[in-house]
């Protein structure tokens, strides 16, 4: 059961680099559009 918080932290971990990884492809995907306009 100590090892609960580790897991909850990995699990932070992973939803930020969802996050980041979502806001980064949206921009990309936005600029890249654009261009092609």
């Not at 971990?13 to 980041?20: G, M, P």
Request: no cysteine.
């Amino acid at each position: 059961m100590f090892l609960l918080p580790f897991w909850i932290f990995e699990l932070f971990v992973a939803l930020i680099q969802a996050v980041v990884f979502f806001v980064l492809s949206s921009i990309y995907f936005k600029q890249a559009i654009e261009d092609h306009h």
